[in-house]
Nanobody, 122 residues
Framework: QVQLVESGGGLVQAGGSLRLSCAAS????????MAWFRQAPGKEREFVAT????????YYADSVKGRFTIFADNAKNTMYLQMNGLKPEDTTVYYCADDERVYGVGVPYDYWGQGTQVTVSS
């Protein structure tokens, strides 16, 4: 079955950087779109960024635009989120998701990772 495994979370000071990774495995069909979301306890899940697996087009939430970069390595079936200029309000659990048919914002991604914690200290 499809598995998504995130890594790269941790503790960083405000203004610092982290790179999250999401490795996909176990699928029969090709990925179409991948995305990062984040969710704090008691809050709704928030879209962060998405990448089209074939043409690598991207889209970002306004809150991270200019600070975060999403990119994919097709050969490794891995997606990344380079996070620069981190702020305390970026602190939360980050989840990756992918799908074999959809890409973009507000679409139902089928597969999800277990999440990785990012903590930004002020």
């Amino acid at each position: 079955q499809v598995q998504l495994v995130e890594s790269g979370g941790g503790l960083v000071q405000a203004g610092g950087s982290l790179r999250l990774s999401c490795a996909a495995s176990g699928r029969t069909f090709s990925i179409f779109g991948m995305a990062w979301f984040r969710q704090a306890p008691g809050k709704e899940r928030e879209f962060v960024a998405t990448v089209h697996w074939n043409d690598h087009s991207t889209y970002y939430a306004d809150s991270v635009k200019g600070r975060f970069t999403i990119f994919a390595d097709n050969a490794k079936n891995t997606m990344y989120l380079q996070m620069n200029g981190l702020k305390p309000e970026d602190t939360t659990v980050y989840y990756c998701a992918d799908d074999e048919r959809v890409y973009g914002v507000g679409v139902p991604y089928d597969y999800w990772g277990q999440g990785t914690q990012v903590t930004v200290s002020s």
